[in-house]
């Protein structure tokens, strides 16, 4: 990541920057920027909502507390994100935690009455694989040796076959490919529902196996690879704020509240401009859509429908998912980490009041829940929602909630519903994700749900962002971008 931001660096400059329209100011649009302006170009973003971010948006409600779109973790297989922070200077705002995977035990409790938790523990001393390996074979709570031993022995082609099998394995589900590699049905049960949850909000039935082999891929390849951190608070200003102040710093602009509703054409299908809803017009050299799949795909001129690149758009889409804040009047946990519900309604939960300093507080607890799969629930009332949620969380704390009313006080909720989230990864998804090059000269496609091998994240975006800063800059380099004037931005 750091030598591919060098090589962004050092690009030989145009005659004169190229002015570069962005749409939307989510990691892949402020990434873009920010690399745009690396490579000695304009970067003008163009954000439609009054909050950077995108999916990882965040505002504050009456009484100042932050709401998140999302629960939101980095990963130490992160290296284009990682290596943002560093160029930011902000990498203290990533508070790394203890190199392990924690589950709950819904409706198991320890001898004093408090919810179990399993742990795979990486051992700080070992490198990758072994760090990994250890961890899974400690951990006596949720398999049995056996079942590992089968679950290993179904790893081994991808083992022996790398990246090529990793991406065959994109026709199969995560549920087809565990039987079809012999794997006991109670490795998907115990370890793999609250993957697949956690990873794309779905089940394992649906979800692509490419996508699970990707993750555990990295996990065992690079030693702190599965090593979670959590941002020191809201992601707007922590994180997006300095990504758009380095490009504003550089010569870039940031227009917000500035919703682009059509993309102009001309005869030869390159862009003309950028309408926006208060009808003005964008012209530039070139344009960057970061929008999620679903705008996008509304926003195609007819022009480019009949184009195959546009037309395997149609076999993307969002999958719906629910994030949930629960102030409590008093501490449920002692546990500074991500931790995996295991239950049915829920993915993954954090006691925001511990992991993160900037919403941090000694006495009550904030929990922040991915409510996942979210398909029967997003179009209920939160009160139902709410309702569901706290059943299960009197599982999950059994000593510390009771349905009477007499153990912890719900103070406030927030609900956020995020009806189309990042392209929903069922298998045979990879051949649609589109590359950040379009047939189109001067429009390139950036985004989570774009081709890169990062899957749908704030990886993936950072990196698709980066990808197509560097696709642009060469493409200008080599004078294939019809510039708006006219004239050619020869190399200087
Ligand atoms: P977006 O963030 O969607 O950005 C697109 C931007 O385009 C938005 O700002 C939008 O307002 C703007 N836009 C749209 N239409 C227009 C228009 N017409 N005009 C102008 N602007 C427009 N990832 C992880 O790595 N780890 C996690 O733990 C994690 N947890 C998540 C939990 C939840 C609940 C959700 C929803 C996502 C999570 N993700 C996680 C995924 C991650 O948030 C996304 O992959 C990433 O933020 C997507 O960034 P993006 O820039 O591609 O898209």
Known sequence: AASFSQAIADLPRTERPLKVAVIGAGLAGLSCAKYLSDAGHKPIVLEARDVLGGKVSAWQDKDGDWVETGLHIFFGAYPNVNQMFKELDIEDRLQWKSHSMIFAMPGQ?????????????????????????????????????????????????????GQRYVEECDELTVTEWMKKQGVPDRVNDEVFIAMAKALNFIDPDNLSMTVVLTALNRFLQETHGSKMAFLDGPPPTRLCQPMADYMLARGGELRMKQRISKILVHDDKTVKGLQMQDGSIVEADAYVSTMPVDPLKLMLPEEWKQLPYFQKLEGLRGVPVINIHMWFDRKLTTVDHLLFSRSPLLSVYADMSLTCKGYRDDDKSMLELVFAPAKEWIGRPDSEIIEATMEELYRLFPNEMNRDGSGARLVKVAVVKTPLSVYEATAGRELYRPVQTSPIPNFFLAGCFTKQKYLASMEGATFSGKLAAKALADAALAETVPLKDGQAAMAA
């Open 109 to 161: 409790q320890t001898e004093d009455g408090f919810q179990r938790f399993s742990r795979f523990d990486f051992p700080a001393l070992l490198p990758a694989p072994l760090n990994g390996l250890v961890a899974i074979l400690l951990n006596n709570d949720m398999l049995s040796f056996p079942e590992k031993l089968q679950f290993g022995i179904g790893l081994i082609p991808a083992i022996l076959f």
